[in-house]
C-alpha cells in the first residue's frame, strides 16, 4: 500500500542513485582527464606507465560499480515494491512459524542476496583484477573460500539471529536495548577470536623469520610502547598481488600481520615506516573510537526500529501488509543506507583525519621520508589512482588523496 512514507523512501533513493552517478561521472571523467601526464608530485617517482596503469584501474572500477549499483537498486526494488518480501513471507509463514520462520525468512533474504552478487563478484575477481595483474586466485580456491564463508555465516549467524530474534520477542518496549548489548558482546568476543580462530581458515600465518627485520620491528615496538601476540606473515600473495600490513585482534590477542607481497616490495627501514604508521592507529586509540562510535550508531539504530516494529505506515510503505520482528529487521537494514548515505562524507573525514594522526606519529617514530617512499611504491603496486575527483575523493575516500597525503609528509619530514 502506497502511503507517505512511500514517497519518502522514493525520494531518498533517487537523491542516494543521483549523487552516487554523478559522483562517479565525476571520477571517470576526472581520472581520464589527468591521465595523460604523471603529476609534477610524482614526477620521476611513478612511471608513466603505472600511471596510466592506475587510471585505466580506478575508471574500470568505476564503470563496474555503476552497473553493481543498479543491480543493488533493482533488487531493493523488487523486495520492497516488488513484492519479493511479502512472497517470501507467505511462503515461509505456511511452513515454519516462531524463531525457525524468522530465521529461515532473513536467510533467504541473504541467499538470494548472494547469488545475484556472485556473477559481480567473479566478474570483478576473474575480469578485472586479472586484466590488471591482480588476481592470483584460482576458481577452485575461489570455490573453496565461498563455501568456507557460507558454512562460517551460517554456523555463526544462526545462534545469532536465534538470540536476537528470542530478544526482540521477550523483551518487552526495551528489547532493542537487550539486542544492544548483545549485538556489543558479540561484536567484541570476534575481535578476539578472529586472529587464531577465524583467520587462519582462510590464509596461513607464519610467524616473521627475517631476523634483522624482526629485530627492527621489535626495537620500534619496544619504543612505541606496544606488545603484541607475534609477528606474522600472511600469504596474501595466493589471491591477489595487493600488499598491506594491520594489526588483528584486541587486548592480549593483538597481532601484526604482513603481506608476504609487502615484505617483497618494500626495504626493512619502509616497512618500519608503514608499522609506525600503524602503531599511530593505536596510540590515537583509533580503533577504539570507531568501535564507540559502530557501537553509537547501532545503538541509535535499534532503538529507531523500536519505534518503527509497532508502525503499520512502515510495513505498507514498503510493499509488505503483515508485521513481525523477522520482517522488521529485514526491512530497516534493507532501506536505512538509503537514508543514511549522506552521512558517508563525515564518516569518510573522520578516517582520513585519523590517517594524518597516524603519519605524523610515524613520521616521529620512524622515518617520514621513509613512509614516502614506502607509500608511492605501495600507489603503484596497488594502480592507486593518484588524480581521484576531488569531491569524488571526500565523499568515499578513506585515506587521503596521495598528493596530500604526501605533501604533508614532505612538511613534516622538513620539521
Not at 587510471?55 to 543491480?71: E, I, M, P, Q
Not at 586466485?137 to 555463526?156: P, S
Not at 585519523?354 to 617512499?373: N, T
Request: charged share 15%; with cysteine; net charge neutral.
Amino acid at each position: 500500500m502506497i502511503n507517505i512514507f512511500s514517497f519518502a523512501f522514493l525520494a531518498a533513493l533517487s537523491v542516494m542513485v543521483a549523487l552516487r552517478l554523478y559522483l562517479a561521472w565525476r571520477q571517470i571523467s576526472h581520472v581520464i582527464a589527468c591521465r595523460a601526464v604523471v603529476p609534477d608530485q610524482f614526477a620521476g617517482r611513478v612511471e608513466l606507465a603505472a600511471h596510466h596503469k592506475a587510471a585505466d584501474y580506478a575508471v574500470a572500477r568505476t564503470r563496474f560499480g555503476v552497473l553493481s549499483l543498479l543491480v543493488e537498486i533493482a533488487l531493493l526494488l523488487v523486495f520492497t515494491f516488488g513484492g519479493g518480501l511479502q512472497a517470501l513471507h507467505d511462503f515461509w509463514s505456511t511452513r515454519l512459524s516462531g524463531a525457525g520462520y524468522g530465521v529461515a525468512l532473513i536467510f533467504s533474504v541473504m541467499l538470494i542476496s548472494g547469488l545475484i552478487d556472485l556473477p559481480l563478484t567473479l566478474y570483478t575477481q576473474f575480469v578485472i583484477e586479472e586484466k590488471f595483474g591482480f588476481n592470483r586466485m584460482t576458481f577452485g580456491l575461489f570455490l573453496i573460500d565461498l563455501i568456507k564463508q557460507t558454512a562460517l555465516g551460517v554456523a555463526i549467524g544462526t545462534p545469532v539471529l536465534l538470540a536476537v530474534l528470542w530478544l526482540m520477542a521477550q523483551m518487552g518496549s526495551l528489547w532493542w536495548l537487550y539486542v544492544w548489548l548483545f549485538w556489543c558482546s558479540f561484536n567484541l568476543l570476534i575481535l578476539f577470536i578472529y586472529p587464531t580462530w577465524i583467520a587462519p581458515l582462510f590464509n596461513k600465518f607464519s610467524p616473521l623469520d627475517d631476523a634483522p627485520l624482526k629485530a627492527r620491528i621489535e626495537a620500534l615496538l619496544q619504543r612505541c610502547g606496544f606488545a603484541s601476540s607475534g609477528l606474522f606473515v600472511m600469504d596474501g600473495s595466493r589471491r591477489s598481488n595487493h600488499g598491506n600490513a594491520y594489526f588483528t585482534g584486541f587486548g592480549k590477542s593483538k597481532r601484526i600481520v604482513f603481506f608476504d607481497t609487502l615484505l617483497g616490495r618494500l626495504l626493512p627501514v619502509e616497512v618500519e615506516a608503514v608499522l609506525a604508521h600503524e602503531l599511530g592507529h593505536f596510540k590515537h586509540r583509533h580503533v577504539i573510537k570507531r568501535i564507540v562510535l559502530l557501537f553509537a550508531l547501532s545503538l541509535a539504530g535499534l532503538a529507531l526500529l523500536g519505534q518503527l516494529m509497532d508502525a503499520d505506515w512502515f510495513f505498507n510503505g514498503l510493499g509488505v501488509s503483515v508485521q513481525n520482528t523477522a520482517l522488521a529487521l529485514i526491512l530497516f537494514f534493507l532501506v536505512a543506507p538509503v537514508f543514511s548515505f549522506l552521512l558517508t562524507p563525515l564518516i569518510s573525514l573522520l578516517s582520513r583525519r585519523h590517517e594524518f594522526e597516524a603519519d605524523r606519529y610515524a613520521a616521529d617514530h620512524a622515518s617520514a621520508d621513509d613512509l614516502v617512499k614506502a607509500l608511492v611504491k605501495l600507489y603503484e603496486d596497488n594502480a592507486a589512482t593518484l588524480t581521484p575527483d576531488p569531491l569524488h575523493s571526500l565523499f568515499y575516500d578513506s585515506h587521503p588523496p596521495a598528493a596530500l597525503r604526501i605533501s604533508r609528509l614532505a612538511r613534516l619530514n622538513i620539521n
